[in-house]
């Protein structure tokens, strides 16, 4: 037998390039798995694949021609090249195998077999390309060794590859990866080479003639391999630096974007959508801020509530895009006569207020006679012979009170007197006109009766799931039948049972007989239907209100997924912390929670984001005037973005019009509600109206766009 020697220096460069192309495979995993597009996950397959085959040769070739014979050595070129395709086809199939979204062992194992025997191909087909006369002699143990350290070496690669593919992994883990992957490989070459027994007397027949000789494939080898395999890796340098500020720039657009949805709805909740005057919240803030004032600097304000006559008339008669028109024609002539440092406000409706610095008391009564003329002097609309008045109430600080909320009900009060006296007038509020606190006593005492008796009742709007167009459930909505009053609207009743405490009584009874005929449909067959029930500030405050949930839902056998309560973002923001609490403990049951009247209150994304709530409930003033505003679509585009992206339904109220629901309907919205798709009516006629599913355009076409009625509460 021939004796064998190796150079040391070549079986170190072996083993480098062999974990070099290791950690090329690992690398090109990640690639073929992130790519973004088809094609280009391909190109990465197969050119990481020509790169690992061509590294694994290359090793190959190294390790033999860091073997010595006391012969000459060469290598024939078409034995040569078969081997170095045996080696890529058995590369790009690994790199395809670990890129499939999972790998269970049987398949693993099929696929350490397939590359096993590739890169044992590759092996001894390279030692067949020596040509040796006679043949080499292989000694079977050290050949199924030798195979055996392949399947291993392809099973450690595959396994590792597919572990270490994602990109969170840190670069120390692959490079440990290729080292063992590295030394698996080159521990099959020299298995391999371990089996050759080379005969006295042998000849390598591809010394002469064409075959290529060993300082040739030495060099080519040598030089190719690195340069390949250092311009595949430094292209995935470059490709992953690019993905990485890609990554950024995507960032860095959807920080804009949520800091623009914040100013939009930061916007959307201090200002009226329609005049763009601050709203109710910003309007307190404002009164608050001109009190500080007056306390510090001892100065005077007056506090102004105007409210147009005859409005309710020209919304019947002209529609509601000409009220609107005329709503914001009088802000418009209004906001002329103030000076910069006074503040002009719409509560909602035709209500207006105004918050003025007072020099003496003869600049009120100009202000307000200058107000009257200019709404009522002439037509407010160029296209409309449309005139309206107004009556002014006026209330003093610090004269006649010092706190936003007396100031507010003086004010209201005179303004009720100056409707009395004629209309398109103005009044100064007096203690006379406080005499109606009797009246507001008498209510009370008659709500107290009220509580339990046939006087108060639940009508119930229907709630329609866009997807499928029919019937998901409905919302409770509190009705009051005074015995000599008549229906008394619920915005009346709703305020003075909160200032006396009463809404604990009346939202308990209400949640009761919600689910009491929530439990009535579920046993006719509407297992399906669920039911949304409002929650007052009160009420949502009470020590008591998750065990009465609790209680509620265990007395009439309900889901408690079915059972949806309603906040307003208002009632959330005023204390943060127990509120989250408190909706922590009541999704912990399972309930719903929706926010009410989203984009009308002061709400921060930060603790959105952190409440636990199901769906989020767009308030009608953004859907009214949808169809005539940009504004309106962007800001209704924004909430149902960033409600999908919370994981949250989206439902809209106050669809009117065919036109509202083709709007909802595109932008994304789950669920509609409004009198387009029905009112809210007693149980009995609910079912009689939804007990089955009716067509679309049947139902759309089945009520007309009608004003929105007053406040409510369940």
Same mark, same amino acid.
């Given at each position: ?20 192309a290791s950690f090329t495979a690992l690398d090109m995993a990640h690639r073929i798995t992130t ?74 194992? *099929?696929?350490?077999? #397939?590359?096993? !025997?590739?890169?044992?191909? /590759? $092996? @001894?087909?390279? %030692? &067949? +390309?020596? =040509? ?43 490079? *440990?990866?290729?080292? #063992?992957?590295? !030394?698996?490989?080159?521990? /099959? $070459? @020299?298995?391999? %080479? &371990? +089996?050759? =027994? ?47 500020? #890609? ?13 623009? +949805? ?285 065990e009465e949930v609790r209680q509620v839902l265990q007395t009439h056998r309900l889901e408690p ?154």
């Amino acid at each position: 037998m021939l004796d064998g020697n190796y150079t040391p220096w070549l079986v170190v460069v072996s083993l480098l390039v062999a974990m070099l192309a290791s950690f090329t495979a690992l690398d090109m995993a990640h690639r073929i798995t992130t790519a973004a597009s088809a094609r280009l996950s391909l190109a990465w397959l197969v050119g990481g694949g020509c790169a690992m085959g061509l590294g694994i040769w290359s090793m190959h070739f190294i390790g033999m021609l860091a073997f010595r014979l006391p012969i000459p050595l060469g290598y024939d070129v078409g034995w040569t090249g078969i081997s170095l395709l045996a080696a890529v086809a058995s590369s790009i199939f690994a790199l395809w195998r670990v890129s499939r979204p999972t790998l269970p062992h049987a398949r693993l194992a *099929l696929g350490a077999l #397939l590359m096993g !025997s590739g890169i044992a191909s /590759m $092996h @001894y087909l390279g %030692m &067949a +390309a020596m =040509r040796m006369q006679p043949g080499i002699d292989y000694h079977p143990g050290w050949v199924a060794a030798s195979l055996l350290v392949a399947g291993a070496a392809s099973w450690a690669a595959l396994y590792l590859a597919f572990r270490l593919r994602h990109p969170q992994r840190r670069l120390q883990h692959r490079m *440990l990866a290729a080292a #063992l992957l590295g !030394s698996a490989i080159v521990g /099959m $070459h @020299y298995s391999g %080479m &371990a +089996a050759a =027994r080379f005969p006295a007397g042998s000849v390598c027949g591809a010394a002469a003639g064409d075959g290529l000789q060993t300082q040739w494939l030495a060099a080519l080898v040598m030089v190719l391999a690195t340069a390949i395999l250092g311009v595949v890796l430094l292209v995935s340098w470059l490709d992953q630096r690019m993905q990485a500020q #890609l990554l950024r720039v995507r960032n860095e657009t959807l920080r804009s974007s949520l800091d623009d +949805a914040q100013a939009e709805l930061t916007q959307a909740a201090l200002h009226d959508p329609l005049t763009r005057l601050p709203n109710r919240l910003l309007l307190q803030q404002r009164i608050e801020q001109a009190l500080a004032d007056a306390e510090q600097r001892g100065g005077r304000f007056a506090l102004m509530f105007m409210d147009l006559d005859g409005f309710k008339q020209v919304n019947d008669a002209y529609g509601h895009q000409t009220g609107d028109a005329l709503l914001v024609a009088v802000a418009e002539r209004t906001r002329h006569l103030l000076r910069p440092a006074d503040v002009l406000a719409r509560l909602g409706g035709d209500e207006f207020v105004l918050v003025v610095r007072i020099d003496n008391d003869e600049d009120i009564a100009t202000l307000a006679n200058r107000i009257l003329q200019a709404v009522g002097g002439g037509p407010l609309l160029a296209d409309h012979e449309l005139q309206v008045t107004a009556s002014i109430g006026i209330a003093l600080c610090p004269d006649h009170a010092a706190s936003e909320r007396q100031l507010m009900a003086f004010a209201d009060a005179a303004m009720y007197q100056a409707k009395e006296a004629g209309r398109n007038a103005y009044a100064v509020f007096a203690e006379w006109m406080n005499d109606s606190a009797a009246q507001q006593f008498q209510l009370l005492a008659d709500l107290r009766r009220a509580i339990g008796t046939d006087q108060l009742r639940l009508h119930y709007q229907p709630k329609i799931r866009v997807a499928g167009q029919a019937v998901s459930g409905a919302e409770a909505l509190i009705r009051w039948c005074h015995p000599q009053q008549g229906l008394i609207p619920p915005d009346r009743f709703i305020r003075l049972a909160e200032r006396s405490g009463v809404i604990n009584d009346i939202g308990r009874w209400a949640l009761d007989e919600a689910c009491r005929q929530l439990r009535q449909w579920h046993d006719a067959g509407h297992e399906g239907w669920s039911m949304s029930v409002n929650l007052s500030p009160i009420q949502f405050s009470a020590p008591h209100l998750l065990e009465e949930v609790r209680q509620v839902l265990q007395t009439h056998r309900l889901e408690p997924r079915r059972l949806v309560l309603e906040i307003t973002e208002s009632t959330v923001m005023r204390d943060t912390d127990a509120s989250l609490k408190l909706l922590q403990a009541m999704a912990g049951l399972g309930v719903g929670i929706s926010i009410d009247d989203f984009g009308t209150g002061y709400s921060s994304l930060l603790y959105l984001k952190r409440l636990p709530a199901t769906e989020i409930k767009i308030d009608h003033a953004f859907v009214r005037d949808l169809e005539n505003s940009a504004e309106d679509v962007v800001i209704v585009s924004a909430i149902v973005a960033l409600g999908h992206a919370l994981d949250m339904d989206i439902v809209a109220e106050g669809v009117e019009t065919a036109g509202q629901r083709a709007y909802l309907e595109r932008l994304g919205c789950d669920y509609l509600q409004g009198y387009l798709l029905g009112r809210p009516v007693e149980a009995e006629r609910f079912m009689q109206l939804h007990d089955h599913k009716r067509p679309r355009v049947e139902m759309a076409a089945g009520w007309k766009a009608q004003a929105r009625p007053g406040a409510s509460a369940g």
